[in-house]
Every structure is written in structure tokens, then in C-alpha cells.
């Protein structure tokens, strides 16, 4: 279920961020040495490679270019959360306590806002990197890395609600993206 999901985000996705994809950014002679010698710059080297590898634009990318390509699959992986955390608002079937159903619908639905601010912290580092604005990149893509963690907080206040473990996946591989993205972000000075 998660995976088509993910597949029909990326089919019917709105026009703002199809406008995002587009690549106002300037790619030159980049190589999979290239690619290779950038990830190593990062915590999360496997990550880094298999997701540029992935993205054929990265082959004649620069570092800002990978960045950028980083930066996007973040925004995917946001909009992803997003769009589970909100697939899950609606009442169980088998609901036991009304309060502690409501409870956490009204968590699920600050978690699903929380991804969605991500996400927009992300676009504003797209921004920010096209004017190559690196410092203010930084910050944005450390403030989008932030919000998982405030999601995870709302569930720790009510000892009643359980993490599920599907948006702890969620916000380990979010947060590996943007630390991916940070320490490219670093290697351009």
C-alpha cells in the first residue's frame, strides 16, 4: 500500500512542485567518480550514491546540482509522510476509546502538518541554493530535518499512544536525507 502511494504521488503530483522539478539549475561534467567522491562527504554514504545513481540528471551534475537532486528526493520523502500521515485520520474500525481515538487523529494530523512544513523548508532551500545562498540552505534543510523529531515529541507527551513504527522508518530516512543533503551543502564552501 505504502509503495503505491509513493507511485501515485509521483503521478499526480500538484503543479507547484512539478514547477520545483523542473531544473533551473546549472548541470556541467559530473561522473559516477564524482558522484562517488561527493557522497563520501556525507554520513550516509550508501544512501547518498544508490539515490543520485538513481537520478540520471546527476550524471552531468556539479556539487550544487546534487545538492539540488538531494534536496528533491527530501521533498518527495515529505510530501510521502504527508500524504500516509493523513491516508491515516480516519477512525479505526475497531475503536475502543473514543478519547484516545480522537487523541490521536488530532496527533497524527499535527505530525501530517509537521512533514508538510518539512517539505516547505526543503523548497525554500531550493531557493536558496539557486541564488546560492549556501549558509541560509544550510539552516532551512536543518529546520526541515527538525520536524520528524517534533512529531515524534506530540506522540511521547500521551503515554496511551504508541509511535507507529512505519512513520519511525519514515522519519529515520527522512532525517539520512537531509543529513545527506547537509553534507553536500557543506563541500560547496
Known amino acids: 500500500m505504502g509503495k503505491f502511494v509513493y507511485l501515485m504521488l509521483l503521478l499526480v ?11 533551473p539549475f546549472c548541470f556541467v561534467n559530473g561522473d559516477t567518480d564524482f558522484i562517488q567522491k561527493t557522497c563520501r562527504t556525507t554520513r550516509y554514504y550508501d544512501l547518498c550514491l544508490s539515490s543520485l545513481e538513481s537520478d540520471s540528471a546527476s550524471l552531468l551534475a556539479d556539487t550544487r546540482g546534487l545538492a539540488v537532486i538531494m534536496v528533491r528526493i527530501g521533498v518527495v520523502n515529505a510530501t510521502s509522510t504527508n500524504s500516509y500521515l493523513t491516508s491515516q485520520l480516519s477512525p479505526p474500525k475497531n475503536t475502543n476509546t473514543c478519547r484516545n481515538a480522537a487523541l490521536k487523529k488530532r496527533v497524527l494530523k499535527g505530525c501530517a502538518d509537521k512533514y508538510s512544513y518539512a517539505g516547505d523548508a526543503l523548497k525554500y532551500a531550493l531557493e536558496n541554493l539557486k541564488d546560492e545562498l549556501y549558509d541560509y540552505a544550510n539552516m532551512n534543510v536543518m529546520a526541515a530535518a527538525d520536524y520528524p523529531g517534533v512529531c515524534r515529541n506530540a506522540f511521547e507527551r500521551y503515554p496511551t499512544l504508541v509511535y507507529p513504527d512505519q512513520l519511525a522508518l519514515r522519519e529515520n530516512s527522512f532525517k539520512q536525507i537531509c543529513q545527506v543533503v547537509l553534507g553536500i551543502i557543506d563541500a560547496l564552501g
Open 13 to 23: 503530483l500538484p503543479a507547484s512542485l512539478t514547477e520545483l522539478f523542473q531544473q
